[in-house]
């Protein structure tokens, strides 16, 4: 636009023409740094990869120590699974001609919490196929980061359970596998152990301690073992505000209180604490059920969803066919999160009714 047509286009803004000069070139100039946008009128200094950044960061301390209990084995396992979650986002955005997204660090997050959900015993390929299954069929055939229905992860570890020797076979802690070996396939049955939760779901105390449990001096997963390293990577993020307490506390109090109730064995306070600190309920609670795209966005929708995560996690161990319930329960309460949001948005102020779309506005018009 002119200078000229600046000074005169204040009649074309509805000013009246004594404010314009009659549309004179001395009339009201409009200033050249007005931005005019649609709402929501919110900046803030936080991007995805920032935030990406900070997730890493929360885990790194539980990754860490699962890489001591289970040896460098599990290393590679993390290592594997995150450079294929990367290299498939990569070649994916570039076979859809869309802009690169690596930079977001999303699908390295995506990456390392399969790794972590994983036994350090699994053969080489596994963490391989499970990040082409999170990335391309999870994420980015729905259009990429934000726009998935399901936690990607979670989904890449569902489909794994295809080969339910390899994800059900844990070794014993400090058992550190040679991280040469390719594949453990012939003989898994050897080097794996009994987790506390296969204990629980038999009936029968774990023969590990309370404190042994807190701290991860158990069987199970890479990154799931260490409870206390978890919750301080959770601390860690509700400081940084990049989740909520929500979702972690009424997840983690459902599991609790129905194992109070129903104990599988050993006391109620035993069975409780068990059931908490065992297999990747701090995990998946803290990292994965806080997902922002798979998640609810009121405070009351997060709660029924944590609170629907705990209920189908204990329904699932206690009576499902595997020992761990958290990734199932995540998945199912993730495909109910859009009713979640209906049922729990906020009413319009000054009206009877809750906030309506687009859509709902012109069908009651019609």
Same mark, same amino acid.
């Given at each position: 636009?002119?200078?000229?047509?600046?000074?005169?286009?204040?009649?074309?803004?509805?000013?009246? /023409?004594?404010?314009?000069?009659?549309?004179?070139?001395?009339?009201?100039?409009?200033?050249?740094?007005?931005?005019?946008?649609?709402? =929501?009128?919110?900046?803030?200094?936080?991007?995805?990869?920032?935030?990406?950044?900070?997730?890493?960061?929360?885990?790194?301390?539980?990754?860490?120590? #699962?890489? *001591?209990?289970?040896?460098?084995?599990?290393?590679?396992?993390?290592? @594997?699974?995150?450079?294929?979650?990367?290299?498939?986002?990569?070649?994916?955005?570039?076979?859809?001609?869309?802009?690169? +997204?690596?930079?977001?660090?999303?699908?390295?997050?995506?990456?390392?919490?399969?790794?972590?959900?994983?036994?350090?015993?699994?053969?080489?390929?596994i963490p391989v196929v499970g990040a082409f299954f999170a990335i391309v069929?999870?994420?980015?055939?729905?259009?990429?980061?934000?726009?998935?229905?399901?936690?990607?992860?979670?989904?890449?570890?569902?489909?794994?359970?295809?080969?339910?020797?390899?994800?059900?076979?844990? =070794?014993?802690?400090?058992?550190?596998?040679?991280?040469?070996?390719?594949?453990?396939?012939?003989?898994?049955?050897?080097?794996?152990?009994?987790?506390?939760?296969?204990?629980?779901?038999?009936?029968?105390? =774990?023969?590990?301690?309370?404190?042994? !449990?807190?701290?991860?001096?158990c069987g199970g997963s890479i990154g799931e073992v260490s409870a206390a390293?978890?919750?301080?990577?959770?601390?860690?993020?509700? !400081?940084?505000?990049? @989740?909520?307490?929500?979702?972690?506390?009424?997840?983690?109090?459902?599991? /609790?209180?129905l194992t109070a109730l129903f104990p599988a064995g050993g006391g109620m306070?035993? +069975?409780?604490?068990?059931? &908490?600190? +065992?297999?990747?309920?701090? &995990?998946?609670?803290?990292?994965? /059920?806080?997902?922002? +795209?798979?998640?609810?966005?009121?405070?009351?929708?997060?709660?029924?969803?944590?609170?629907?995560?705990?209920?189908?996690?204990?329904?699932?161990? *206690?009576?499902? #066919?595997?020992?761990?319930?958290?990734?199932? /329960?995540?998945?199912?309460?993730?495909?109910?999160?859009? *009713?979640?949001?209906? &049922?729990?948005? =906020?009413?319009?102020?000054?009206?009877?009714?809750?906030?309506?779309?687009? #859509?709902?506005?012109?069908?009651?018009?019609?």
């Amino acid at each position: 636009m002119s200078e000229d047509n600046r000074q005169t286009s204040g009649g074309a803004q509805g000013l009246p /023409a004594a404010e314009t000069g009659g549309g004179s070139k001395a009339g009201v100039k409009i200033p050249e740094l007005l931005t005019v946008s649609p709402p =929501p009128h919110i900046k803030h200094t936080d991007t995805t990869a920032s935030i990406m950044l900070d997730v890493i960061i929360a885990l790194l301390p539980a990754a860490a120590w #699962g890489v *001591y209990v289970f040896g460098p084995r599990a290393l590679a396992i993390m290592l @594997i699974s995150t450079g294929s979650a990367v290299l498939f986002e990569f070649l994916s955005r570039l076979v859809f001609r869309k802009k690169c +997204s690596v930079g977001d660090l999303s699908a390295v997050v995506t990456g390392l919490l399969l790794g972590m959900n994983l036994p350090s015993s699994v053969s080489y390929w596994i963490p391989v196929v499970g990040a082409f299954f999170a990335i391309v069929i999870v994420k980015q055939l729905f259009g990429g980061i934000g726009k998935n229905f399901l936690n990607p992860a979670l989904a890449g570890r569902a489909f794994l359970f295809a080969w339910p020797k390899e994800m059900t076979s844990f =070794p014993e802690v400090f058992e550190r596998l040679d991280w040469k070996t390719v594949s453990f396939a012939q003989e898994l049955d050897s080097i794996a152990t009994a987790t506390p939760l296969a204990s629980l779901k038999a009936g029968e105390v =774990p023969q590990v301690s309370t404190l042994d !449990l807190f701290l991860g001096k158990c069987g199970g997963s890479i990154g799931e073992v260490s409870a206390a390293l978890l919750l301080l990577g959770g601390i860690y993020l509700l !400081l940084r505000k990049v @989740i909520t307490w929500h979702i972690p506390v009424s997840f983690i109090c459902t599991v /609790a209180l129905l194992t109070a109730l129903f104990p599988a064995g050993g006391g109620m306070l035993k +069975s409780m604490t068990s059931e &908490l600190l +065992s297999g990747g309920l701090m &995990l998946g609670a803290i990292f994965m /059920a806080t997902d922002y +795209s798979t998640s609810p966005v009121t405070g009351k929708g997060r709660l029924i969803f944590g609170a629907g995560c705990g209920a189908v996690t204990v329904f699932i161990r *206690y009576f499902g #066919g595997y020992n761990e319930g958290v990734s199932f /329960a995540i998945l199912i309460m993730n495909m109910l999160v859009y *009713y979640i949001d209906r &049922l729990t948005r =906020p009413r319009v102020f000054g009206t009877g009714g809750r906030n309506t779309t687009e #859509g709902e506005k012109e069908k009651a018009a019609k």
